[in-house]
T-cell receptor
Framework: NAGVMQNPRHLVRRRGQEARLRCSPM?????VYWYRQLPEEGLKFMVY????????ESGMPKERFSAEFPKEGPSILRIQQVVRGDSAAYFC????????????????FGEGSRLTVL | GNSVTQMEGPVTLSEEAFLTINCTYT??????LFWYVQYPGEGLQLLLK?????DKGSNKGFEATYRKETTSFHLEKGSVQVSDSAVYFC???????????FGKGTRLSVIA
């Protein structure tokens, strides 16, 4: 059972370009969370999605950032017109559906996508 | 709102020393509590968890007890190893599929 897969692992962009980060959740998981980790800081929640729905985007910057989790394919975090302050590690996590026995409460994390903006 | 406060690092210990990393929380309801570990260049891995008051989570020699009366979930290990060098994050999660709320992390360095 493959874990949470994120790609690319490393991404370099120049200011003003677009960055797209992809996340495939663990098999059987239908909830996806995106977090951002700035250098030497903790993880900040950005957005929580289920298939075709954004459930909570309270941590997303109001401009330039968007996320989706389509019916087919991975979840995508998109950052338009990147700036140097967007340089960070972006982590995706997944959890199974519902609050029943399969959901032990933990989130399963990918290895992250490290964005560098020049 | 929900929040987690953990001791600031870095923490530097000699091999076989005793480790305590303090964590306290503020939450509505009855959250589940977690410790995650992040090794250099990697993602987060669950270290241990506790889902209700007085539960003790344990794994790889690490332990933490859910103390509702002091709203704490301190991480302890009796004898650390160089391989334990990492960043440790305390986190909480309320019921359902709400997001995890993390503390800022504590960097641990263990020297031989």
């Amino acid at each position: 059972n493959a874990g949470v897969m994120q790609n690319p692992r490393h991404l370099v962009r120049r200011r003003g370009q677009e960055a797209r980060l992809r996340c495939s959740p663990m098999k059987g998981h239908s909830h996806v969370y995106w977090y951002r980790q700035l250098p030497e800081e903790g993880l900040k929640f950005m957005v929580y999605l289920q298939k075709e729905n954004i459930i909570d985007e309270s941590g997303m910057p109001k401009e330039r950032f968007s996320a989706e989790f389509p019916k087919e394919g991975p979840s995508i975090l998109r950052i338009q017109q990147v700036v140097r302050g967007d340089s960070a590690a972006y982590f995706c996590a997944s959890s199974p559906l519902g609050t029943g026995g399969r959901n032990t409460g933990e989130l399963f994390f990918g290895e992250g996508s490290r964005l560098t903006v020049l | 709102g929900n929040s987690v406060t953990q001791m600031e690092g870095p923490v530097t210990l000699s091999e076989e020393a005793f480790l305590t990393i303090n964590c306290t929380y503020t939450a509505t309801g009855y959250p589940s509590l977690f410790w995650y570990v992040q090794y250099p260049g990697e993602g987060l891995q669950l270290l241990l968890k506790a889902t209700k008051a007085d539960d003790k989570g344990s794994n790889k020699g690490f332990e933490a007890t859910y103390r509702k009366e002091t709203t704490s979930f301190h991480l302890e290990k009796g004898s650390v190893q160089v391989s334990d060098s990492a960043v440790y994050f305390c986190a909480l999660r309320n019921s359902g599929n709400t997001p995890l709320v993390f503390g800022k992390g504590t960097r641990l360095s263990v020297i031989a």
